[in-house]
């Protein structure tokens, strides 16, 4: 699965709940300080380059790569009323297991690589 972004809002990593925040510094969260719907900022993860993320730690494409082995670790996850995925299908489906990924998790049978128009 290979996303294109250029602006926040069409970024998986961009968590419209709670003010607009990004998952991309993983692992914590910071405020985006730009207009999401046109703009990316100086700061943002993917500006440079490509960022691969898997359920393996193997990188063998020279891209930075983060690793996920659990939803709690995993940039895409996040928690309002319910723990979501922000690259299910739908966007934001909910988690609704407390342990392991569930089995539609993506990055089970695919790799996610993020770049920047």
Same mark, same amino acid.
């Given at each position: 699965?290979?996303?294109?972004?250029?602006?926040?809002?069409?970024?998986?990593?961009?968590?419209?709940?709670?003010?607009?925040?990004?998952?991309? #510094?993983?692992?914590?969260?910071?405020?985006?300080?730009?207009?999401?719907?046109?703009a990316k900022?100086?700061?943002?993860?993917i500006?440079g380059?490509?960022?691969?993320?898997t359920?393996?730690?193997?990188?063998?494409?020279g891209?930075?790569?983060?690793?996920?082995?659990?939803?709690?670790?995993?940039?895409?996850?996040?928690?309002?009323e319910?723990?979501?995925?922000?690259?299910a299908?739908?966007?934001? #489906?909910?988690?609704?297991?407390?342990?392991?990924?569930?089995?539609?998790?993506?990055?089970?049978?695919?790799?996610v690589?993020?770049?920047?128009?």
């Amino acid at each position: 699965m290979i996303f294109v972004v250029s602006a926040c809002a069409a970024c998986p990593f961009y968590l419209s709940d709670n003010g607009g925040n990004c998952s991309g #510094r993983f692992p914590e969260l910071k405020v985006v300080d730009v207009d999401p719907e046109s703009a990316k900022p100086e700061w943002c993860p993917i500006n440079g380059s490509a960022l691969r993320v898997t359920e393996s730690a193997s990188n063998n494409t020279g891209l930075p790569a983060i690793a996920v082995d659990e939803c709690d670790e995993c940039p895409f996850f996040f928690k309002n009323e319910k723990r979501r995925c922000n690259i299910a299908n739908p966007k934001g #489906r909910p988690i609704l297991t407390d342990g392991e990924r569930p089995v539609w998790c993506v990055l089970r049978k695919e790799v996610v690589v993020i770049r920047g128009s």
